[in-house]
Every structure is written in C-alpha cells, then in structure tokens.
C-alpha cells in the first residue's frame, strides 16, 4: 500500500493551495480518508476526514470554513482544498486511510509541506 501526498508549496496569507493524494495497493473505495497535520514543535492533528463515497465530511474546527475535503475514487485520490490560508496552517499535512467503524488510520503518506507566510 502506497500513498503519495503532493501540492504543497510556499504562499502568502489569504491564498490558496490544494494538496493531492493518491492511494495504490488497496481498494481505495473501502476506506474512509483523512488529512492530518503537524506543525513544528506540535502534535499532530486532525484536519479533515470524508467517508468512502464522500457523502460525509468532518473538519476540525480551526479549519471549518476554509478547507474542502473531497475524494475521486475513480483516480484512486483525495484532495484537501485549503483557502484563506493562516500562517498557523504551516505544517506537514500527511494523507491516510482509516478502516471504517475503527477510527484508527492504517495508512500514511509521506507527507507534504505547506509554508504560509505572513
């Protein structure tokens, strides 16, 4: 199982970035998909999560309003749509699937760097 996040980048307060991942090894449709953060000297948190057909999303509240959480699981690909990016958005932002009904991510990717300057 593989999962490759990308997008991140540099950019200013107030932009705009959307970060991708995409999943091979597993039956993509079967798992509930999440995006997770860590910024420097901090505990990883919960950003974003979408349930296997999309139907449902749930956000963390520091982010509700600004992220979209949205997945094509046709390409196998879950997207995280970040506007109105706040310098506290800097962070590795890391992709991962959850088996539903275990609320435990089994997957990861790698990870992807996003830097908001001010």
């Known amino acids: 199982v593989q999962l490759q996040a990308f997008g991140g980048g540099l950019v200013q307060a107030r932009g705009s970035l959307r970060l991708s991942c995409v999943a091979s090894?597993?039956?993509?449709?079967?798992?509930?998909m999440n995006w997770f953060r860590q910024a420097p000297g901090k505990e990883r948190e919960f950003v974003a999560a979408v349930s296997r057909y999309g139907g449902t999303t749930n956000y963390a509240d520091s982010v509700k309003g600004r992220f979209t959480i949205s997945r094509d699981n046709a390409k196998n690909t879950v997207y995280l749509q970040m506007n109105r990016l706040k310098p506290e958005d800097t962070a590795i932002y890391y992709c991962a699937a959850e088996t539903p009904g275990t609320s435990r991510s089994d997957y990861w990717g790698q990870g992807t760097l996003v830097t908001v300057s001010s």
């Open positions: 090894g597993l039956r993509f449709s079967n798992y509930y």
